[in-house]
């Protein structure tokens, strides 16, 4: 069965540069979340989309952005990287509006690195 | 979403019975319990979610107590690579809404 992508699933960055991180979901899924894990750390929510329109918001920086597409796949740009941001990236799909029982599919991680 | 309790770590002989505990003893009437696992670094992996009514699927059973203020993740025969760290999660039953994850159970499945 098709899973969850993401890529690149290794980036490495400097100090106070961008990234661009993609999240390609289930297929007929329409609802998307990006998930940031920490060294040592659970994960935690940053943002969610559903049809294209930001459904939930967590703890996500003001230099972070997203959106989710026409075609339901995502991005998560972030710009001024910190040493800090250096973490997993996990993104998950789900079925969202008022059909399904929502559990969330996640994809393999793109493992961030900012030095 | 109510609060969680679980035991931060628990040990399994490979083939025995896992029984991981949760404690929510805030929940409320619309709320689910939902497991999931996260097998080291890679995506947390869905395995069950459950009201009121037991529930059991090819992965796992979910024992919820008649009062809904505990519950259990059975995993019968546990095997090496049910080493994991499990969340126990409650939320409502809605699209689009995040997943807590607060602090699993290390599960360490031996030989």
């Known amino acids: 069965a098709a899973g969850v992508i993401q890529s690149p699933r290794h980036l490495i960055k400097e100090k106070r540069e961008t990234a661009t991180l993609k999240c390609y979901p289930i297929p007929r899924h329409d609802t998307v979340y990006w998930y940031q894990q920490g060294p040592g750390q659970d994960p935690q929510f940053l943002i969610s989309f559903y049809e294209k329109m930001q459904s939930d918001k967590g703890s996500i920086p003001d230099r972070f952005s997203a959106q989710q597409f026409s075609d339901y796949h995502s991005e998560l740009n972030m710009s001024s990287l910190e040493l800090g941001d250096s973490a997993l990236y996990f993104c998950?799909?789900?079925?969202?509006?008022?059909?399904?029982?929502?559990?969330?599919?996640f994809g393999p991680g793109t493992r961030l690195t900012v030095t | 979403d109510a609060k969680t309790t679980q035991p931060t770590s628990m040990d399994c002989a490979e083939g025995r019975a896992a029984n991981l505990p949760c404690n929510h003893s805030t929940i409320s009437g619309n709320e689910y319990v939902y497991w999931y696992r996260q097998i080291h670094s890679q995506g947390p992996q869905y395995i069950i979610h459950?009201?009121?009514n037991n529930e059991t699927n090819e992965m796992a059973s979910l024992i919820i107590t008649e009062d809904r203020k505990s519950s259990t993740l059975i995993l019968p025969h546990a095997t090496l690579r049910d080493t994991a760290v499990y969340y126990c999660i409650v939320r409502v039953l809605k699209g689009w809404y995040a997943l807590n994850f607060g602090k699993g159970t290390s599960l360490l499945v031996t030989p």
């Open positions: 998950a799909s789900s079925l969202g509006g008022t059909s399904g029982t929502y559990e969330q599919y």
């Open positions: 459950g009201l009121k």
